[in-house]
Every structure is written in C-alpha cells, then in structure tokens.
C-alpha cells in the first residue's frame, strides 16, 4: 500500500522543455552550443524552441492539475539564471523559476527542484568547466541564489540529475554535450570537483534554506535482476553484487562509484584495486563536505542491467518478441523492486522514484485523443514491483513519471515520445493522452486501481 502523503507527480528538464534558449537575458548553455554542431543531434533539431514551457507554464500547470499531480519535479537553467555562471544574476530568469512555483503551489502541487540538470554554462565551461578546482564554489554560488529566490515556497531539492550521464556520458564517453573523451587522470579531478560541488550545495541549502529543506540527488545506475523466476538467495546477493560493482571499463555510470562518496563518505569497495594511486587525493575536510548528510535517495530507473550489447545474441532479459520500449530498452519492472531493495539496504535513506517511464511510438488517433496503452501497461507492472518494496517496510516517499510530456530527447530529438502529455511541435498543442488519464485515477485512488 502507498503511504498516504506519497507524491505522485512527473518530471522534466530545464532544456528539454522551456525553449526560450536566447531569450530575457539567458546565455548559452553546453546543449545549446555543441548541440548546434554538425551530425550531433537527429535530424539538427536542438532545444532552442522546444515545448515553449518557458511561455506556455501556466497552460502546462494547468494540465498537471487537471491529472491531479501532487507534486512536480523541474531543474533549474543554470545559464538563464546567472548568464556569465557566476556574479550577476538575471532576474527575469530568477522570475521565471519564481511564477513557475507560484503556479505549482497555487494549483496545490509541489515543486521539487533539480538544480543542475545538463546545460551547464558555457561561460564556465571555458573557463575549464568541472576540470576547474574553482567549479565547486561555482556551483554553490549558483545554487545560493536559487534557494534565496525559492526557498520560502520549495522543501525538496536535488543537487544533480544523473552524474553518471552530465559526467561519464559527456566528458568520459563523449556521446553527449560537449562530447568530451578525456584521460583518467583528467577525470579523477573532474570527479572530486563534482563530488564537492555536491556537498557544497547541500550546504548551502542547509544554511540559507528559508523552511526546513529535504536535500537528495537524482542519480541513475546499472541495476542487475535475477533472471530466475524464483531466485535463490545467493542469486539475489550475486545481483547486488553486479549492481555496486567497480570496473575500470564502466566505472564512470556505476552506481557505487558516485554514491557511496556521497552517501558513506568513502570511495566505493574495489575502487583502490582497481584504480590505485589514480584515485583523486581527497582531504579529511573534503570528505566531511562530500558526504555531507541527505534526507532521501533519489534514482531513475528504466530497465534492469545487461552484461553485454551483442546483436549476435539477446541479452540476458530479452528473447524472440520480447516487449520492449520505442527506445529499445526491455521492460523489466522486477527492477523498480530490486533498486529500491538494494539501495534502502545499501545506504539506509528514505527513497524517492525521481524517474521512471517509456518512449512509446504515440500518435493522435482519428478520435482526436491519443491512445498508448502499452505506457499504462508498463507503468501499472512497475508500480507494482515498487508497492511490493513499500509493502515490505521500504520507505518510499514519491513517484516521478518521466515526463510530464514530450520533449527533446538530447541526441536523439523529437523522435522518442517519453510524455504523459502529447506535444505537436509544430503548433505546441498539448493532448492528454489515456495515459494521463489513467494516472490521474492512480493518484485518485493512491494506487488502489493498480490491481
């Protein structure tokens, strides 16, 4: 059963959604810069009009509140609110941030806020970006002035949205803006910095917060699954095991090597055999601010783990016709049940679900509405597997859909439909699709019509 203040709510991102990219003083971001470069993003489509959220918010909060969300989780653009990254502030984008609360709080849903999710300034990134030792207080700076604009009205607050991705997957594995592929010794530093710039913010959060802040992150992670229907103990420990495991080949997207500094206030176990004197030198000081305390643990789940990607051959949870997402990702909701499992028993904090949804091939019908049911079935299958957690004593304190509608997809476009809401970007129309529809009697019933 679903605690009774449980927050039901849905997601996005600053880029993904608002446009308004050159607009009332908001400088360029890294998505908006290297996104422009030839053959980066499907079809050269960018981010720079997007859904219009920047100019269409109070007709979206109005369709969260016609769904009857409790609750809405939204990053803040680091380049529209301090265009130069640090020193003056914009105060038409702090007045954006600040309408938009005002919106959220007045239709009763409430804002959760990411403060950084991807378009990081580019200011600042000339300036050396997370290589810079200086890019912590960067961080802490920006982070003082959101939470003196919205702090009287916002409680809950996420530092990062997915490190392993904003990190390992833009500046380790370059597949995203900037599309950087440096050294381990470049990316030791970049990872201390990273990992202070989180303590610092929490800190700052703690001090300058105008109402008793609930402080969390939003990380993401390979999660491993048995395969077995009925898994044995021992398959279950070995899953775990896979889950928090350290390798120098994925370490970057690991779940053990961002949040176990963060979390235990050490490097993750297997990090010094594998890595020995690479490892950054992290003071006794900067391991007190690393590891500053949080009040949730935030995670994005999608699909469970696999050990390989061979088109020779399925991986270890696919078969002939397996189900599978319009991003090619199996659906395995036995994994909602095992993430929160192993990271309640890993790190001991109240969880929160700050992602967790499917890219379906959507479409509006000759009826005019747009029917997806394969989303309501993949959401209903995992909202199972996460009462099952709940019922077995896990604190779960709330449950993001992503998103709350259609937007850009970072590489990959406009092509993948992840929305509760349908965008025709060519006019901006929203539609609820039955998916909306049917979350909205999720929340009515607090999880009751799942069976």
């Known amino acids: ?49 997007s859904c219009d959220h920047y100019h269409r918010y109070k007709e979206d909060v109005a369709l969260m509140k016609k769904i009857g969300l409790k609750s809405y989780r939204f990053s803040i653009s680091w380049p529209r609110v301090m265009p130069n990254g640090t020193g003056e502030v914009n105060k038409k984008g702090v007045e954006f941030y600040s309408n938009l609360v005002d919106e959220l709080v007045a239709a009763g849903i409430e804002p959760l806020v990411t403060l950084h999710h991807w ?24 982070t003082e002035v959101v939470v003196d604009a919205l702090s009287d009205r916002v409680k809950y607050w996420m530092t990062f949205n997915e490190p392993q991705l904003f990190i390992g997957g833009s500046l380790h594995r370059g597949f995203h803006a900037p599309f950087e592929s440096n050294d381990t010794q470049t990316m030791m530093k970049i990872y201390k910095n990273a ?42 420990e070995e899953a775990r095991r896979k889950s928090f495991a350290i390798d120098r080949e994925g370490y970057s997207f690991s779940n053990a090597w961002w949040a176990d500094p963060i979390m235990l206030g050490h490097f993750a176990e297997g990090s010094e055999e594998e890595f020995k004197d690479e490892l950054p030198k992290i003071s006794e000081e900067e391991w007190k601010i690393i590891s500053e305390p949080l009040d949730f643990y935030g995670f994005n789940v999608y699909q469970a783990q696999t050990e390989y990607n061979d088109n020779a051959k ?15 990702w199996n659906v395995t909701p036995e994994v909602m049940y095992y993430s929160v499992k192993f990271f309640y028993e890993r790190y001991k904090k109240p969880l929160m679900v700050t992602e967790n949804g499917m890219a379906n ?6 009826d005019k509405k747009v029917h997806d049911p394969q989303r309501i079935d993949f959401v209903n299958r995992y909202l199972l597997c996460l009462e099952k957690a709940i019922d077995e004593g896990i604190p ?23 929305g509760l809401i349908y ?12 998916s909306a529809l049917w979350y909205s009697d999720v929340i009515k019933t607090n999880g009751k019509n799942l069976r």
């Open 423 to 434: 965008v025709d970007y060519r006019t901006k129309e929203r539609t609820l699709k039955d």
């Open 361 to 366: 091939n959507d479409w509006v019908a000759l």
């Open 119 to 142: 378009n990081y300034p580019m200011a600042l990134y000339n300036k050396g970006g997370w290589k810079n030792d200086e890019s912590s207080d960067w961080f802490a700076e920006f």
């Open 314 to 328: 399925y991986d270890e949870y696919a078969y002939m016709g397996s189900p599978r997402t319009a991003m090619e």
């Open 195 to 236: 990992w202070l710039a989180h303590g610092k913010a929490v800190r700052v959060i703690r001090e300058k917060a105008k109402q008793k802040p609930f402080i969390g992150m939003a990380p993401t992670g390979p999660v491993v699954i048995p395969t077995s229907e009925n898994p044995t103990g021992e398959e279950i």
């Open 396 to 418: 779960v304190i709330g449950y993001q859909y992503w998103s709350i509608m259609d937007n850009f997809e970072w590489t990959l476009g406009y092509d993948k439909r992840f």
């Open 1 to 49: 059963m679903f605690p009774e203040k449980f927050l039901w709510g849905a997601a996005s991102a600053a880029y993904q959604v608002e446009g308004a990219a050159y607009e009332d003083g908001k400088s360029e971001g890294t998505w908006d810069y290297f996104g422009k470069e030839n053959g980066r993003i499907a079809h050269g489509e960018t981010g720079e009009v």
